[in-house]
């Protein structure tokens, strides 16, 4: 993660009470004191604005008639079912897009053929904890790709290989917008 350094301005009398602050709850910096004050202070203006933004819906329902009126259903089972039933639609909708858009691209291609059972094994032995890690690390190699993006700590801190190179979304993106890859 980056980080960015700011100047901050603040009364005398402001700046005893982080000292005070800082002391009382026991942190090693005030830096570390003001980054965790805001980091709050950002939660709870999230937490408001979607307590504002529940408000907007519920009066919106209202408005409308209740959920019932919305054709949604009467029950708490028929409205979490007619949810469910846009919450799928939606989704298949969008992957219909995704799935277009990798099979028009040259870019993307897709694999069908099982990978190999040796390079599977192979990844096992390299020390992935899970067939399913094995499977996902063998698959990258298989197909020649030289990065494989991933959160996994199993990838970014306990494995490594020649083959490729595994970095984190955020590296991944840094560099590709930095024209790096």
Known sequence: MST???PVKVSGELYD????????FSFLSLTDFVREAIEDKLKEMKHQTYRRELQKLRQGIQERGGLKAMGLGET???????LRRTRQQIFEEEYAHLFATIHQSERFRTVYEPVPAKLVEKYIDLGLPTKADALIGAFVEWVGAKYLVSDNRHFLQEFSTDAYEVLPPAEFLRRFEAGEL
């Open 4 to 6: 960015k350094q700011i």
């Open 17 to 24: 009470e982080m000292m005070r602050a800082k002391r009382e």
């Open 76 to 82: 708490k089972e028929e409205i979490i079912a007619s």
